[in-house]
Structure formats: C-alpha cells, structure tokens
C-alpha cells in the first residue's frame, strides 16, 4: 500500500540552527501539507501546497518557515532559525486531486527536539 | 471558524468491553469529520470520515461514528474492545467544498484496553 514518507524519524538540533524535513509523499498525488504537534497538544495546521505554491498557511507558518518540492517525489519544510518552541512532532500528508478535500495520508512524523 | 472538543484525554476500558469516543465540533459551515488513530511510532491513519449521506459511517477495525448534527457530535465506538485498540485517536473537522483538506483536530484520546 502506497504510503507517506518522512525522515529523519527524529531530528535534534542546537537553538538558531536550520533545519529541513524531508517527505515524500505517496506518488499520484498533488496536495502536500505539513503540521505539527506540540507534545501535549493538539495537531495544527501549518501549510498546504498545491501546482508549486502554498495554497494556504496558518498563523504558526511564519517568516521562518519556508516549504518547497525541489523534485519530482521530495515536499520539504524548512525551519531557518530554530526556537526551542519549535519542538514537536511534524507531520506530512498528501492528498489526489480527486480526494483533496475529503482524505489525506499522513506520515509517521518526524520529532524535532530544539535544544 | 472550526474547533473540536475530545472529552476525556484517556479512556480505559477492559477487553471485549465497549468503546466509545466523544467528539463535538463547532462549524459555521457544513463540516467533514473525521477520524485519526496513531499507534506508538506510526503516522495518523484514517479510521472513518463522514463527508455527506448516510450519517452512520463505518471504518476499520470494527469502529464506526455518527455524525449527529442536533448535537454537533461525531462520537466513535466500538462494540467490544481488542487489546490491539490500544492507541491515541484523534477527531478532526474539515470544511466541504474547499480545493484541500485543511483540518483542525481535537488534542486526542489515548485508548487503554486492559485484559
């Protein structure tokens, strides 16, 4: 069964630091999202990206964030300069064209530990 | 705007006993609900959605809900409970008729099933 990938699975990294999460996402599909989840709290919203460009982003996707599909199979998010807030669990997703809004597969994330 | 409420952070129940779930929602708009579960390690997988139709919805593993929208509730249940039911479950609206799923979940419930 085609699944979402996400590396590394866990990812530390000094304060002020760049960091990029690497997903691919399952092959035929087109909707890209990122979100994240704060441990202990719920799972928000972040970004969506559709045909190259954010269809959509939350108040949380800030300057620092960025996202970009470099390739043909690669979503990436970029956090430029890390905070220690910034620790949680990042999730990718992926939706058809077909299903965009009424299914998305999920990764099984990737924890960024912001020391 | 949207938001869901998961009563109960954890819920204990023994095996072979019933299961049930609650999630309300707040939606000015017709919602989609949904139905994540994440077992220890793994991504969000979709259990069961309620997109339009019949407002019972089944799902894997033996779970279905009821989108029941006098009581804006979309509670999940479970007749008798296996000890693989063990996980954290997560409900989520999403709005129809937007080109991409962007959903706002609850803060999940951590299902224990006891022998």
């Known amino acids: 069964e085609p699944e979402v990938t996400q590396t590394p699975s866990h990812q530390v990294t000094q304060m002020g630091q760049e960091v990029i999460l690497r997903c691919v996402p399952i092959s035929n599909h087109l909707y890209f999202y990122w979100y994240r989840q704060i441990l202990g709290q719920k799972v928000e919203f972040l970004v969506s990206?559709?045909?190259?460009?954010?269809?959509?982003k939350s108040e949380i996707f800030d300057d620092q964030f960025s996202v970009e599909r470099p390739d043909g199979s690669n979503f990436t998010l970029k956090i430029r300069s890390t905070k220690l807030e910034d620790s949680a669990m990042y999730f990718c997703?992926?939706?058809?064209?077909?299903?965009?809004?009424?299914?998305?597969?999920f990764g099984q994330g990737t924890r960024l530990t912001v020391v | 705007a949207q938001s869901v409420t998961q009563l109960g952070s954890h819920v204990s129940v023994s095996e072979g006993a019933l299961v049930l779930l609650r999630c309300n929602y707040s939606s000015s708009v017709p919602p989609y609900l949904f139905w994540y579960v994440q077992y220890p390690n793994q991504g969000l997988q979709l259990l069961l959605k309620y997109t339009t139709g019949a407002t019972l919805v089944k799902g894997i593993n033996g779970f279905e809900a009821e989108f029941k929208k006098s009581e804006t509730s979309f509670h999940l249940t479970k007749p008798s409970a296996h000890m693989s039911d063990a996980a954290e479950y997560f409900c989520?609206?999403?709005?129809?008729?937007?080109?991409?799923?962007?959903?706002?979940f609850g803060t999940g419930t951590r299902l224990l099933v006891s022998p």
């Open positions: 990206f559709y045909n190259n460009e954010i269809s959509e």
């Open positions: 997703a992926s939706s058809s064209l077909e299903a965009a809004n009424t299914e998305a597969f």
């Open positions: 989520a609206v999403g709005k129809m008729n937007t080109g991409f799923q962007k959903l706002v």
